[in-house]
């Protein structure tokens, strides 16, 4: 089993801590729960304790689309709520400990990954409180460095790249790409844009050129050496809108969607005035007049917090080197096209979360606040990052697109300059 000798972790980790019966968007309900090996083998012993009366091997079956001992068994759920989920708690961590539960019940929303003699640890913002944890504190994603503090963790819970010589260098590369990202002299759009030619860049790589790379992109982009073509970037309001809800639809056709994030998709139609009779020019009309009003003064006012949303994305998925494999395990890879498509996922999620916050704002006006975008970011995490099948599905229609994979996302992203 590997292990760690050294902890990094951004700060909202150590602060975030399990709401239990009072969350708003219960992790135990609306999802597949997949169960690992060691867990389900434990539950099928005749001497197993009881959970109110119920056999724990009833709470559980093989799972037919397992790959691998993480995901070897699911639970049986109950239409779309996990049996052992009681007046907002877990019945068998309340009755039997946690050792009772699965490795993803026991890790949720907590991520692990090793690289090198390092372990990584961060947060899903598909929690509401780990959403609130990473979102709304200027400070949360500031990086902390310990010793390994043994806190326990399973092994099913964990991603482990396999070249152990490269743990530095990989932090030292992503550590650049935050940097991008908190570079606060040049709009957020143009951060996003600019990891696109940093993408590039590195394809190919070995993580020590990487780094020199890096640095010198970095340098580049702060002394303006791609304001050129930045700015000869034009917005797109209608390609904006169509794209990403033709995303959303796609996505309510693949599995099932919360409540919580329909709310957020009907404020946002609300917000537009979207009728029947509503073409794609009014909505755009009607999108860039609430970006201008409400979205962009409300993020001036609180930068840190897309901001946040992106380094937790870069930290937590190892952006742009892990690639999923076919069983669902990772692996490390410099490749051209997985770090094509790694770029894709982040400004394609950034632009969603963006699209659908201006409609939200649309709505609420000076009202926008930040339970509103704790909601829209929480419940957008929950519904399109977890399920893989749309994440293949979106990288699809936007790899149909003819232009290069920077425009496809410059498009999508960047904001319109108000009239003169």
Not at 51 to 61: D, F, H, N, P, S
Not at 408 to 413: M, Q, T
Request: net charge negative; aromatic share 8%.
């Amino acid at each position: 089993m590997p292990t760690a000798q050294k902890v990094r972790q951004p700060r909202s980790f150590a602060r975030f801590r399990c709401t239990g019966s009072a969350c708003e968007d219960t992790c135990c309900e609306g999802w597949g729960v997949n169960v690992d090996r060691a867990t389900f083998e434990k539950y099928q012993d005749p001497l197993a304790p009881q959970v109110g009366g119920r056999a724990l091997a009833g709470l559980v079956e093989i799972n037919p689309a397992g790959t691998s001992s993480v995901n070897y068994a699911r639970i049986r759920m109950d239409g779309i709520r996990c049996p052992a989920l009681q007046e907002g708690l877990c019945s068998v961590h309340q009755t039997l400990g946690e050792s009772y539960i699965s490795d993803l019940c026991s890790s949720f929303p907590r991520v692990l990954n090793l690289t090198g003699d390092v372990m990584e640890r961060s947060l899903h913002l598909s929690c509401p409180e780990a959403a609130r944890m990473v979102l709304l504190d200027p400070d949360a994603m500031a990086f902390e460095e310990l010793m390994d503090d043994g806190q326990p963790w399973r092994s099913g819970s964990l991603t482990s790249l396999p070249d152990s010589t490269s743990g530095d260098l990989l932090h030292q590369v992503r550590a650049l790409v935050i940097a991008v990202i908190q570079e606060r002299s040049r709009p957020l759009w143009q951060r996003i844009v600019s990891l696109g030619f940093a993408v590039e860049m590195l394809a190919g790589m070995d993580l020590a050129c990487a780094v020199t790379a890096m640095e010198e992109h970095l340098s580049k982009f702060r002394a303006g050496f791609f304001d050129e073509i930045l700015n000869r970037q034009q917005a797109d309001p209608v390609l904006q809108l169509e794209t990403v809800l033709e995303l959303i639809v796609v996505r309510l056709g693949v599995d099932y969607t919360s409540p919580r994030f329909l709310q957020c998709y009907r404020e946002l139609m609300q917000g537009l005035e979207w009728t029947d009779q509503s073409t794609m020019q009014e909505l755009a009309t009607r999108y860039n007049e609430a970006a201008d009003d409400y979205f962009l003064p409300f993020i001036s006012r609180h930068q840190h917090v897309l901001e946040n949303y992106l380094v937790n994305h870069v930290f937590r998925t190892l952006f742009p080197y892990r690639r999923r494999q076919p069983d669902q395990s990772f692996v490390f890879d410099s490749g051209r096209a997985p770090m094509q498509d790694a770029f894709l996922l982040l400004g394609m999620h950034y632009a969603m979360i963006r699209t659908l916050l201006i409609g939200v704002a649309a709505l609420h006006r000076h009202n926008l606040n930040s339970d509103h975008v704790i909601q829209l970011v929480q419940s957008y995490s929950r519904a399109f990052q977890h399920i893989v099948s749309f994440e293949t599905l979106a990288l699809e229609s936007l790899n149909k697109k003819p232009e290069h994979f920077i425009r496809k996302i410059a498009v999508l992203v960047m904001d319109s300059p108000k009239p003169r």
